[in-house]
């Protein structure tokens, strides 16, 4: 293998920050260079040299491996570099603010990461004896209840990791409700237009065939239109609300009783609910299931240290056939219920989503978050997120065109379109621009609803200043973009690598690393 023993790739890029000279290692004082894992370090300097084993027949016939593995060989104190400067290369909440809209990229606070950290919580073993983890099922337990009680629905599943994963959660709940009912014919899940991309994956995974519902021209779903369309084929729908336009889906109550009353189920993506906990209980809106994203409303962080966490919620219609285990309170303590049996609470239970209970960690750090905030605090959370978006969106309306600013406030999010920038140019030209400005850009082209969409959630836990700042950089790049300014076409400036080319990365993504000398030879 060659390796480059000093571990350094000179790389001579061009002085383009105002005739500063290239450096020799290719690093610009902090923000460093680094090549892949394989290009550093050596396989002759480390590792350990084991006497060779005694000669036996071997049993692998012929399968035994021939040439090296091709590990990289690196020190300790190598490895521990490449990946801190890796690590320097992300963006991150605890850098500045991340204005990815749908994605809720808030403060993760530390008294969280403080209760998970207690032994009781982060070295239980899920296959520790029951009567040695009461205090951690009562976490488990004591979340739940605020789950149900927060969103007003019967029960909830703990186990799915992710709101992807518990969308599939309810909808695998659906149609075990179908089936049970005799009319696993529905096949039909019914999809607006502006839902997010898991919605309709979830459906087709599980089976359905998934239509799409149009929304109407204040970027709500069109109610008149899934009406119509109800019928002895449909299964159901999936409705976001808050919707990704940023907007409640005012008419909710009434779908889901027409959705009922054609004999299908309600689901709702509530990857949102930050902006309405505390003041709107799904239960009441007629849902039948809905996810919980953790790292979104209730402030966990997103991939912390392993799966994240999507507890979904079901209306009582649901309940029977929601998946194992859960915690059940009884006399003398919690037990894990992890089997179906006669007991008619969970003879239906559609089976397990995972191996265990659910993540323990992400748990903690939720119900700390729940705990601390209360009540009015969680009311708080909701109503401040949409104070933030609103002022983000009344702040840049005059500068960026804002499709559905004239159809009242939104809610957690705020949306404009490339509608008045100059020939030319896009929202990806101001995205890449903001790179330059030192934030995350917005999320890009996302509702497909909205001509070149960036969709900003500025979330509850920036403050004024904070939000200033993001405005001004917004509206100064966007100013750039609507004066024709070339400079923005090659942005960003001053990041390591400008525009990579993503449909090449796409079509043809090269995924593993081959010696350069051996590429050479080919
Ligand atoms: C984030 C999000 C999802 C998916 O959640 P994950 O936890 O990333 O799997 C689904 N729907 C909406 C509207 C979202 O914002």
Avoid at 139 to 158: C, D, E, F, P
Avoid at 270 to 288: E, T
Avoid at 348 to 356: H, I, K, L, N
Wanted: net charge negative; aromatic share 6%.
């Amino acid at each position: 293998m060659t390796i480059n023993q000093s571990g350094w790739k000179p790389s001579a890029p061009e002085a383009k920050d105002g005739g500063a000279p290239a450096t020799f290692t290719g690093n610009k004082a902090l923000m460093l260079e680094e090549v892949l894992i394989f290009e550093i370090g050596s396989t002759d300097t480390t590792g350990v040299d084991i006497v060779p084993a005694p000669k036996v027949a071997s049993r692998l016939g012929g399968l035994a491996r021939e040439a090296a593995i091709g590990l990289p060989g690196l020190s300790e104190p190598e490895t521990v570099r490449h990946y801190t400067r890796l690590s320097r290369q992300n963006y991150a909440i605890d850098l500045g603010l991340f204005p990815l809209g749908s994605c809720t990229m808030k403060h993760n606070p530390r008294l969280n990461e403080k209760m998970a950290r207690l032994p009781g919580f982060s070295d239980v073993h899920p296959l520790a004896p029951v009567d040695t983890v009461q205090g951690a099922l009562e976490v488990i337990h004591q979340l739940a209840h605020w789950l149900v009680t927060l969103t007003g629905m019967t029960s909830v599943a703990m186990s799915p990791k992710a709101g992807a994963h518990g969308e599939l959660c309810g909808i695998l709940a659906i149609k075990a409700a179908l089936e049970k009912r005799g009319e696993g014919h529905r096949k039909v899940i019914l999809v607006p237009e502006s839902a997010h991309g898991t919605n309709p994956a979830t459906a087709a995974f599980a089976g359905f065939k998934v239509e799409d519902i149009p929304a109407t021209a204040d970027g709500r779903v069109d109610s008149d239109a899934l009406k119509a369309r109800l019928g002895p084929d449909v299964a159901g729908v999936m409705i976001t609300n808050p919707n990704t336009c940023g907007l409640f889906e005012r008419d909710l109550k009434d779908i889901s009783d027409a959705v009922h009353a054609a004999g299908g189920y309600v689901y709702c993506d509530g990857a949102n609910f930050n902006a309405i906990v505390g003041r709107v209980r799904p239960g009441d809106l007629g849902v039948d299931a809905m996810h919980i994203n953790l790292h979104k409303t209730f402030s966990t962080p997103h991939g912390g240290g392993g799966p994240g966490s999507g507890p979904v919620v079901f209306s009582e219609a649901l309940t029977p056939f929601a998946p194992l285990p859960f915690v059940e309170k009884t006399g003398e303590g919690f037990r894990l219920v992890e089997e179906e049996t006669a007991d008619e609470h969970h003879a239906d239970s559609f089976g397990r989503m995972v191996a265990f209970h659910g993540q323990m960690g992400m748990f903690t750090r939720a119900l700390t978050y729940i705990l601390s905030h209360g009540a009015d605090g969680l009311r708080q959370v909701a109503e401040d997120a949409v104070l933030n978006a609103n002022y983000v969106l009344r702040s840049l309306e005059n500068t960026l065109d804002a499709p559905f600013a004239a159809s009242g406030p939104c809610m957690h999010e705020a949306i404009f379109s490339d509608e008045n920038l100059a020939d030319g140019f896009s929202t990806i030209d101001i995205a890449k621009a903001l790179i330059d400005e030192g934030f995350h850009p917005m999320t890009m082209y996302f509702p497909l609803v909205v001509h070149g969409a960036m969709l900003v959630e500025p979330t509850e836990t920036e403050s004024k200043a904070a939000l200033d700042q993001f405005i001004g950089a917004l509206r100064s790049v966007a100013e750039r973009a609507k004066a024709g300014d070339p400079s923005l076409k090659t942005a960003p400036h001053f990041a390591p690598r400008a525009r990579l080319d993503e449909t090449q990365a796409a079509r043809k993504p090269v995924l593993v690393w081959k010696e350069p000398l051996a590429n050479a030879a080919e």
